[in-house]
């Protein structure tokens, strides 16, 4: 998508009516740098930067205390921001899922592709009535036990029917007996099926396999599984609906040897840090960090995404690995972008949500003024002028606060089809439309796009995979879903179940933010920029100050037209529900906009659950605006021949879709401005749109 198309993912409705200014962003990586501030308020990056005690943390919960939320005050009132976690604060518990591990990372991307062409040939062998027992490959030496732990987990859970063997400190690889023999009395599925439920060893877990009228083969399987994991597994043959087949559960006696107080000490050691990375996004950073380490992804837990293109700091804790191992790998880390801070032991992980807000050090480049010409004032003026227009802008946005949208990176900014509109088929369980918006490529050639052109043409989910890149996990798990289980809507329905929980609903958490974003401009633009009788507000009853809000409870109140008249309430206590199964809406003209705009898509009757993806959105309640905090600025000349690496890619961002920027540049240093800001933002605040704000336009 071209840059400037992000216009339309955000409305153009202002809550103030200064000029503002032009200018372009992110146009150096130091441009842009956020820091997240701890639930205590602290910058992580600073030495008074502590952990305090982490407990589950819900965006605006309906039926949640005010005791167990993160609070801001303005004006004297109260009001949770939202975190951009899941709605419903519960994660699944699954056995890790193929895309957990990555083995790119684990392994190298072309020992990877080795792999993958070994698996390859093993099956054209089979298909051959070849027998390839002696095959076998080198996947490399590997001296931490950690991470040879990590490859023998990842490779036996990407390709069940592989064993991995280690002749120390080698890994190698090659088909599983057990697996062909297996394979050779049920189907593949369910042998691949069988052997990740025996690598996983979950407690109490079961396994079944299909129904099976056949009393001699049904004897057969038995006598297989109790030969090779009569001492892991029990069988039984139940029968149901006149239909019978084989259940298998782990024996108590069965499961892996007893853990050694070593091992127990191992799996409880946590360990702190503070993360600064450079043009890295946040899962790319923590999937590096895995592999070196030789734990899972999984194994990392943070309070919140951060920017790619950034530099950033954030909080984080890893699983399973002392202090003093982490510190071993700063070098290596430093050579990827990132480097580890404040290093120390704690009690227990971080969860998503907590923390109190960012900190942004920003640098706006490239200023002049609306509706500048091909005149060019002298510099003198042109300083004077812009002057004049920062000073306005920011102390408007300082006083008044700027439109609470969510950002377009909120919708996938720069995809051909953007994420709310996958989501909008998820909530109206259009599995299939789903899964074929998900895959529709953007323009270029690259093979990602490539290989979901090839997927829409052909609707040949095997080949597809094939084309795909391996680092494309996502794209990669719905694909092999869809191979094993159709692309009619039952199998589109289990490639969705394929991804983790926190990625399916972001996308129907996409399109209620889109939802919303529609909603606040047409309230301003419908009932201004007071407080209206029916608008909804939060109200804390019992004491009043922030220190005491345990001793308080909140609850939502619907502004009376004797409020609205008094002045009781200012625009800045006003919020919007994100629609959800449990959310009240506006008792004004806004109630009915809603509905309208539900129905407008469909929804009329959503209950906003999708039960066969296990995905639940109750609402949460998001504040009509957004306010600055600790705010400083400054505007200032360019220097001539500033040192710094420039953003690569599409990341220099430029406010004036009709800008000459080459032109620009080509001016005396001299008529060059750049404005620097400084300031805090509560949680799920975005920089750029309060960017927007003060300048009038577009990012």
Known sequence: MKQDSDAVDVPACFISNHEGFF??????IRDFVVTEIDVNGQQVNTAAATHASQTPHC?????????????????????????????????????????????????????????????????????????????????????????????????????????????????????????RELSQLVTEEEAEDFFRFIDAKVRDSSYTFQPDDNKEHRTAVHHFLSRRFGK??????????????????????????????????EEEVY??????????????AISYMAAALGVLPSDFTYAGIKDKRAITYQSMVVKKVSA????????????????????????????????????FDLVVRHLRPHGAGDTHPSGADTHTRLAALVKEAVENVKAKGFVNYYGPQRFGSGQTIQSDKVGLALLKEDMVNAVRLFFTPED????????????????????????????????RLMLRALNRYGTGPDGCAQAWLSLPHSMRVFYPHAYCSRVWNEAVAHRLATLGHIARQGDLVWIQTGQNKLEDREESSTQIHVVTHQEEQE????????????????????????????????????????????????????????????????L????????????????????????????????????????????????????????????????????
């Open 567 to 630: 002045g009781i309430y200012s625009l800045g206590q006003v919020l919007l529900p994100m629609p959800g199964n449990t959310v009240k809406y506006p008792e004004n003209a806004m109630g009915t906009w809603y509905q309208e705009r539900l129905t407008r898509d469909g929804l009329e009757n959503c209950r906003f659950r999708v039960s066969s993806l296990k995905l639940n959105l109750p609402g949460c309640y998001r504040p009509l605006l957004a306010f600055l905090h600790n």
């Open 23 to 28: 200018g372009s962003i992110k146009n150096f």
């Open 271 to 284: 360990t702190a840090f503070t993360l600064r990375k450079e043009n890295l996004e946040t899962l790319e």
């Open 324 to 359: 003093q191992r982490l510190k071993e790998k700063t070098v290596e880390f430093e050579k990827r972008g990132m480097r580890l801070s404040h290093v120390h032991s704690v009690s227990e992980p971080l969860r998503l949500g907590r923390l109190q807000g960012n900190h």
């Open 632 to 699: 400083s600025y400054k505007l200032q000349r360019a220097a001539s021949g500033e040192e710094g690496e420039p953003m690569t890619g599409n990341s220099s961002r430029k406010s004036d879709g009709n800008l000459n920027f080459a032109a620009v540049e080509g001016k005396q240093d001299s008529d060059l401005f750049a404005l620097t800001l400084n300031f805090d933002l509560d949680t799920s605040c975005y920089a750029t749109i309060c960017l927007r704000e003060i300048m009038k336009c577009d990012l």
């Open 59 to 179: 965006a605006f919960p309906l039926k949640t205390s005010a005791n167990s939320t993160e609070w801001k005050e303005h004006y004297n009132f109260q009001v949770i921001q939202d975190t951009d976690v899941s709605a419903d604060c519960r994660v699944d518990v699954t056995v890790p899922s193929p895309g957990s591990f990555d083995l790119s990372m684990i392994l190298g991307q072309s020992v990877s592709e080795e792999l993958e062409q070994f698996v390859v040939s093993l099956r054209d062998e089979k298909e051959e009535d070849e027998h390839p027992a002696n095959k076998e490959l080198s996947l490399g030496y590997f001296a931490d036990k950690h991470q040879r732990a990590n490859v023998h987990r990842a490779v036996r859970h990407r390709f069940p029917f592989l064993m991995t063997v280690t002749i120390q400190p080698e890994i190698r690889v090659r088909e599983d007996p057990d697996y």
């Open 232 to 265: 892991l597994v029990e069988t039984k043959s139940f029968s149901e609906e006149e239909r019978t087949a084989i259940t298998v559960r782990l024996r108590e006696r069965g499961r892996p040897k007893k853990r050694t107080a070593e091992d127990r000490k």
């Open 444 to 475: 270029g050639n690259d093979p990602q796009s490539q290989a979901k052109r090839h997927f829409l043409q052909t609707d040949n989910a095997k080949e597809s995979l094939a084309l795909m890149p391996l680092s494309k996990a996502r794209e």
